[in-house]
């Protein structure tokens, strides 16, 4: 069986750092790895529109903030399949047809939406859509049949979601769809990024993201405002490591060579870590650090960025380009799909033989 990956973001806005560390960086390993048979990396605006219904222009614009971002970061349209999750009609009728084999109080159940439909405040005012996104993830992943979906670990009951939907499709229909495996993020820190002001969860919404696309400037104002340990008011007191956002930041970013570079009085973080505990390290000093492994990181993404927004049509012919080979993949497996439900009447030869001769019998 081959190896495939199929992963993606919906184009609510630019990456942030959430997504770079939670899944994009892991993205560009695994493409450049050798180890997988075929990528397919997805903007999904069919599920933007789910809880964007009434503002498609945002969706629209941000297809193409989304693309940027990817390629900007590494991803490679002669290695992955880019594609429009819109432009792939044959996931539609995949998703009606595993809506039969998921219950509403199973939908509701999913942490993930509960979650998500808590911070949006839907209430009982639940668009349909938005409730069977778990479906919807169900039909892109398996229409490519994903062996492995690289995401962050807030996306785990999703993932949970499809497999059930898998096994019971199987189970009624036949051996048809493949059952994916759930790769998530290897550093504990990357598990979840939190938002430079220390909340849990880096979101748009919130205003406390570090874009990709961000200038160097922008990144600096951020970093030299984010939230550390509110009892570190002296740099002579001893401060938290933990609930520090600075480092939580500086576990999911540096490494040992960052510290030969740009602070060589350290050996490590481990020892960064030590002196801060201790006292005598100020906020400033450790932010300004945090400030050049980001900048050695983000340059030359900020540069591939520049280079691609000089040819946007561009950009557009390998989205239009990968979404035609998705098309074809998907609509593979859509076959396959029918025929397990007994429902491809027209392509069925033999079924129609067995009718024709049956009602010609009865003469």
């Not at 999703?158 to 550093?187: A, C, D, H, W």
Request: glycine letters at 6%; one cysteine or more.
């Amino acid at each position: 069986m081959d190896k495939i990956i199929l992963t993606g973001d919906r184009p609510t806005g630019r990456l942030h750092l959430g997504h770079f560390v939670g899944s994009l960086r892991r993205r560009v390993e695994l493409q450049n790895s050798g180890e997988f048979d075929k990528i397919f990396i997805m903007i999904a605006d069919a599920q933007a529109l789910t809880d964007n219904w009434d503002n498609p222009q945002k969706v629209r614009d941000n297809i193409i903030e989304v693309a940027l971002d990817y390629l900007s970061c590494g991803i490679d349209p002669a290695k992955s399949t880019i594609f429009i999750q819109s432009q792939i009609p044959q996931l539609c009728e995949l998703s009606f047809y595993y809506l039969n084999l998921v219950t509403l109080s199973r939908l509701e159940r999913n942490p993930t939406v509960k979650s998500e439909i808590a911070m949006r405040g839907f209430e009982t005012s639940i668009p349909a859509g938005f409730l069977t996104y778990p479906v919807s993830q169900a039909a892109d992943i398996t229409a490519f049949k994903a062996t492995v979906v690289p995401v962050g670990e807030d996306q785990k009951p999703m993932l949970e979601q499809t497999m059930e939907i898998v096994r019971k499709f199987n189970s009624v229909y036949g051996e048809t769809l493949v059952e994916p495996s759930i790769l998530l993020p290897s550093n504990s820190a990357c598990l979840r990024l939190p938002g430079t002001d220390g909340k849990a969860k880096m979101s748009k919404s919130l205003g406390n993201c570090i874009y990709l696309s961000d200038s160097s400037e922008d990144v600096r104002k951020k970093v030299m405002s984010m939230f550390t340990d509110p009892d570190h008011l002296k740099v002579t007191d001893p401060g938290k490591i933990e609930g520090n956002t600075v480092f939580t930041y500086l576990d999911a970013f540096c490494d040992d060579s960052h510290f030969a570079k740009y602070l060589p009085e350290y050996p490590n973080l481990d020892a960064l870590k030590d002196h801060y505990r201790a006292g005598g390290l100020g906020d400033v000093k450790v932010k300004k650090f945090l400030f050049a492994v980001l900048e050695e990181m983000l340059a030359p993404i900020r540069e591939r960025r520049a280079m691609y927004e000089r040819d946007i049509k561009g950009v557009y012919a390998i989205l239009e380009k990968g979404s035609a080979a998705a098309r074809e993949v998907a609509q593979r497996t859509l076959d396959d799909v029918r025929e397990s439900m007994k429902i491809n009447y027209f392509s069925d030869s033999q079924l129609i033989e067995e009718q024709d001769r049956r009602f010609k019998e009865k003469k």
